[in-house]
């Protein structure tokens, strides 16, 4: 992989008119190297955020040991990357036979429910493959209620009542307990997990069985940019959220429970940026060679305002408008479909345009995993850069707090 120093470099060097990622294996690490001394538990990264084999393996060496898989391909990558790391296989719906594959051929022995008919499912795999039930761990996925740019409480968990049910079945059958639940990407309110806690704590006390692990999903926020026409969100940095969820681990006696965590986006979001072309400049408006077909569907679906940096092309002779003054600029995709238009603009100098590059930073989590072949754009080119995203020259979309411009609709 061709190396650089920054984004910069490699965009005046390479002058590319495809959209290039460039990948930061030392911000990976240290990401990583960071949530696992802050969190006092098993850490098992979410693999669907980026599964890229160059992730995982950066991952691996950093002393990632346990991976939250969901898909016989995932099993695989995560399996290839580190043969020695335990998976968990935390997807409350499977398909019967990825369930066998799983516990035959891949030996997992952690996997997550919201339903009896999946208790079903996996205990005729179990008695087909005679294997001990004891030596299974069975997460009852609980409902958790709270505020993040993706919600998933609507989609998978089950109610208190339902999961202490659900908890009792298992404990039945001589299958290891364990509760968890996941608050939705990109969480917007630490108190988030300690609501959480307390529903697991509520369950635990009405199922009255052993709870071998409790796992607080995944969901700690990734640093983007602010919005400068917005109060900045009082996020607390992952330190503060983790030990407000220690606070409420410590209350409500899951101290002895060993814990796991499945932090995705936190760790990967800053590996990667992207630099992509300014094809073309209409006013307020910049049609750019990426999309949300492509790289930008997360920012597109979670309404995230992404950091940018402007890298105007030096043999653009001719410019106008001022190199300071900080516009919203609407961001038009590569495709022809009508919906390819970004649901945030990037904050630019009014300067930018046609034939220049914007370096998107922070785009690691849930970008390459959802690129797709859509109208035959597919961005796959790959460079290294040594330097994080927010070194050298600030990033533009961070200034001009005092601006309050306008998007047109
Ligand atoms: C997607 C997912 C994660 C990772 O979430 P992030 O917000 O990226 O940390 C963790 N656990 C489960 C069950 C998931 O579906």
């Given at each position: 992989m061709p190396?650089?120093?920054?984004?910069?470099?490699?965009?005046?060097?390479?002058?590319?008119d495809q959209p290039v990622y460039c990948f930061r294996p030392q911000v990976l690490a240290e990401d990583a190297s960071a949530f696992l001394k802050a969190f006092p538990g098993k850490t098992a990264?979410?693999?669907?955020?980026?599964?890229?084999?160059?992730v995982l393996d950066v991952l691996a060496?950093?002393?990632?040991?346990?991976?939250?898989?969901?898909?016989?391909?995932?099993?695989?990558?995560?399996?290839?990357?580190?043969?020695?790391?335990?998976l968990l296989y935390m997807h409350p719906v499977k398909a019967q036979s990825d369930i066998r594959l799983a516990l035959e051929h891949y030996r997992i022995r952690a996997t997550a429910l919201d339903h009896e008919d999946e208790v079903a499912?996996?205990?005729?795999?179990?008695?087909?493959?005679?294997?001990?039930?004891?030596?299974?761990?069975?997460?009852?996925?609980?409902?958790?209620?709270?505020?993040?740019?993706y919600e998933l409480s609507k989609k998978f968990g089950a109610a208190p009542g339902h999961a202490a049910e659900l908890l009792q079945r298992i404990h039945g059958l001589g299958i290891g307990c364990g509760l968890c639940f996941h608050v939705g990407s990109q969480v917007e309110d630490p108190d988030t997990y300690v609501r959480a806690v307390a529903t697991a704590a509520d369950v635990r006390e009405a199922a009255a069985v052993p709870i071998l692990a409790l796992d607080v999903g995944g969901g700690f926020p990734a640093a983007y940019a602010q919005d400068p026409r917005r109060p900045a969100p009082l996020m607390p940095p992952l330190g503060e959220i983790v030990s407000g969820l220690m606070g409420a681990v410590e209350r409500h006696g899951f101290s002895g429970t060993p814990l796991v965590a499945e932090p995705g986006r936190v760790i990967v979001a800053r590996a990667f940026s992207v630099i992509v072309r300014v094809?073309?400049?209409?006013?307020?408006?910049?049609?750019?060679?990426d999309g949300i077909w492509s790289s930008l569907s997360d920012s597109w679906t979670g309404k995230i305002l992404l950091p940018v940096r402007h890298i105007p092309d030096p043999a653009r002779r001719r410019r106008s408008g001022r190199a300071h003054q900080m516009e919203p600029f609407r961001i038009y995709g590569a495709t022809c479909d009508s919906v390819d238009v970004l649901s945030r603009p990037f904050y630019l100098p009014e300067s930018v345009d046609t034939g220049d590059w914007i370096e998107i930073g922070h785009i690691g989590a849930y970008s390459l995993s959802l690129r797709t072949r859509f109208n035959g754009f597919y961005p796959d080119t790959f460079v290294e850069v040594d330097t994080p995203f927010e070194a050298g020259d600030?990033?533009?979309?961070?200034?001009?707090?005092?601006?309050?411009?306008?998007?047109?609709?």
């Amino acid at each position: 992989m061709p190396r650089f120093s920054s984004g910069r470099e490699a965009a005046l060097e390479l002058r590319p008119d495809q959209p290039v990622y460039c990948f930061r294996p030392q911000v990976l690490a240290e990401d990583a190297s960071a949530f696992l001394k802050a969190f006092p538990g098993k850490t098992a990264y979410a693999v669907k955020t980026n599964g890229e084999a160059m992730v995982l393996d950066v991952l691996a060496r950093a002393g990632i040991s346990a991976f939250d898989v969901a898909s016989p391909a995932e099993f695989a990558a995560a399996r290839a990357a580190a043969p020695g790391a335990e998976l968990l296989y935390m997807h409350p719906v499977k398909a019967q036979s990825d369930i066998r594959l799983a516990l035959e051929h891949y030996r997992i022995r952690a996997t997550a429910l919201d339903h009896e008919d999946e208790v079903a499912k996996i205990l005729r795999i179990v008695r087909a493959l005679d294997l001990d039930p004891e030596d299974l761990t069975l997460f009852v996925r609980i409902a958790s209620r709270g505020d993040a740019a993706y919600e998933l409480s609507k989609k998978f968990g089950a109610a208190p009542g339902h999961a202490a049910e659900l908890l009792q079945r298992i404990h039945g059958l001589g299958i290891g307990c364990g509760l968890c639940f996941h608050v939705g990407s990109q969480v917007e309110d630490p108190d988030t997990y300690v609501r959480a806690v307390a529903t697991a704590a509520d369950v635990r006390e009405a199922a009255a069985v052993p709870i071998l692990a409790l796992d607080v999903g995944g969901g700690f926020p990734a640093a983007y940019a602010q919005d400068p026409r917005r109060p900045a969100p009082l996020m607390p940095p992952l330190g503060e959220i983790v030990s407000g969820l220690m606070g409420a681990v410590e209350r409500h006696g899951f101290s002895g429970t060993p814990l796991v965590a499945e932090p995705g986006r936190v760790i990967v979001a800053r590996a990667f940026s992207v630099i992509v072309r300014v094809l073309l400049k209409k006013g307020q408006r910049l049609y750019i060679n990426d999309g949300i077909w492509s790289s930008l569907s997360d920012s597109w679906t979670g309404k995230i305002l992404l950091p940018v940096r402007h890298i105007p092309d030096p043999a653009r002779r001719r410019r106008s408008g001022r190199a300071h003054q900080m516009e919203p600029f609407r961001i038009y995709g590569a495709t022809c479909d009508s919906v390819d238009v970004l649901s945030r603009p990037f904050y630019l100098p009014e300067s930018v345009d046609t034939g220049d590059w914007i370096e998107i930073g922070h785009i690691g989590a849930y970008s390459l995993s959802l690129r797709t072949r859509f109208n035959g754009f597919y961005p796959d080119t790959f460079v290294e850069v040594d330097t994080p995203f927010e070194a050298g020259d600030a990033p533009e979309g961070f200034a001009e707090p005092e601006r309050r411009g306008g998007v047109e609709p």
